[in-house]
């Protein structure tokens, strides 16, 4: 079994900071890409950043130099600090681990979603 757990979400005015933490867990081999996508209501789940097991690291245009996503291999952590909040950050942010596991091929993992809602 695998786990996929998200935290870090909450409340921040505009211009604010925020860091989220997703940790997979269970019956791990290794992580491969690990990103994070928000979804706002009324619309469609996109992503926000992306970062490779090397390191390397792509992020939306929207959220380019204020978000940074880094990673702990050892802990399978991966993280998102989100700097200068705007409004239109807000949304349920989600994680998603690409997961090998012994026997089987690897598979990309979801978590629960955490709220972040930024206000004026």
């Known amino acids: 079994q695998v786990q996929v757990v998200e935290s870090g979400g909450g409340l921040v005015q505009t211009g604010g900071s925020l860091r989220l933490s997703c940790v997979a867990s269970g019956s791990i081999f290794s992580t491969n890409d690990m990103g994070w996508y928000r979804q706002a209501p009324g619309k469609q789940r996109e992503l926000v950043a992306v970062i490779t097991s090397g390191g390397s690291t792509s992020y939306a245009d929207s959220v380019k130099g204020r978000f940074t996503i880094s990673r702990d291999n050892a802990k399978n952590t991966v993280y998102l600090q989100m700097s200068s909040l705007k409004l239109e950050d807000t949304a349920v942010y989600y994680c998603?681990?690409?997961?090998?596991?012994?026997?089987?091929?690897?598979?990309?993992?979801w978590g629960q979603g955490t709220q972040v809602t930024v206000s004026s």
């Open positions: 998603n681990t690409l997961i090998v596991r012994a026997g089987v091929p690897p598979f990309g993992y």
